[in-house]
């Protein structure tokens, strides 16, 4: 491990949790040990980007993204590190292998079918509106954001959609890569998050949207549906007390 590593640390101050930051911080060690000077940027995207996660309930969802491809070495040792992350931190099964920069940029290039070029975007869009850069090299730029038409902010929704017509006994067959709590309080917050999400993604067919984040969400949805204030107020009960987003905190200062 070089001495620099900690000078790429990014955004660290902007989580609320400092559980979190340690775990992250623990990751990031793990990632500079294996790859050195291959590991470019790593993200933290999902609930702990939001400081909407719970210690142990949360998952550290993370991006990292290295040059080059993957090797025969790397794949044993995510394994086996994970199993150790995942035993030091219960719960958390944040580490994964790291994405090509290649292959994450393949989409953009010309010649690119439909398919390479939606999985681009919809990568573009998530490290842009999902995700916080914790260490290394922004790379937010070389990707092409989707246009956030109607159809688009449909298909993203979908799965949201799938999953709560399955919870709510529409659908015989969760058919969604997603999973439900069997726990009903964390199910229930689970769909709380989903109501969040779909709340977004009406804002951005509205040319509205500025997050994924209950907190950005949740007022502007009730400011402007006051029919929905009931069903807000649950939501937010459900899923998270809502603070001051970290734009609003820096400009209060």
């Known amino acids: 491990m070089t001495p620099n590593t900690s000078d790429k640390y990014k955004n660290l101050h902007l989580f609320d949790d400092q559980y979190f930051v340690q775990l992250i911080q623990r990751h990031i060690l793990e990632y500079h040990a294996h790859f050195a000077e291959r590991l470019i940027s790593i993200y933290v995207w999902g609930s702990v980007h939001r400081n909407e996660a719970i210690q142990g309930v949360s998952d ?5 993204f290295i ?7 790397d794949y044993p040792w995510c394994r086996e590190t994970r199993e150790s992350l995942d035993r030091e931190f219960p719960y958390t099964h944040g580490l994964t292998l790291p994405r ?7 989409g953009r ?12 975007q ?7 509106y999902d995700a916080t850069l914790v260490w290394g090299k922004d790379l937010t730029g070389e990707f092409e954001l989707p246009t956030l038409t109607p159809s688009w902010v449909r298909e993203y929704l979908q799965p949201a959609l799938d999953l709560t017509g399955y919870a709510a006994g529409l659908k015989k067959e969760n058919t969604t890569d997603f999973s439900l709590p069997n726990e009903t309080r964390q199910k229930l917050r689970k769909l709380a998050r989903l ?3 779909g709340g977004a993604c009406l804002l951005m067919a509205q040319g509205r949207f ?12 009730r400011a402007s549906y006051p029919q929905w204030t009931d069903f807000l107020n649950e939501t937010q009960e459900l899923y998270i007390h809502l603070a001051r987003s970290s ?7």
């Open 195 to 197: 109501g969040v999400l």
């Open 210 to 221: 500025r997050s994924l984040k209950g907190v950005d969400t949740i007022p502007v949805l």
């Open 60 to 64: 550290l969802d993370l991006y990292s």
């Open 109 to 120: 290039q010309p010649g690119a079918n439909k398919d390479m070029r939606s999985r681009h």
């Open 100 to 106: 090509s920069i290649y292959d994450a940029l393949q």
């Open 67 to 73: 040059r080059g491809p993957l090797k025969k070495i």
């Open 122 to 128: 919809a990568l573009g869009f998530r490290l842009h």
């Open 247 to 253: 734009n609003e905190r820096a400009n209060a200062k």
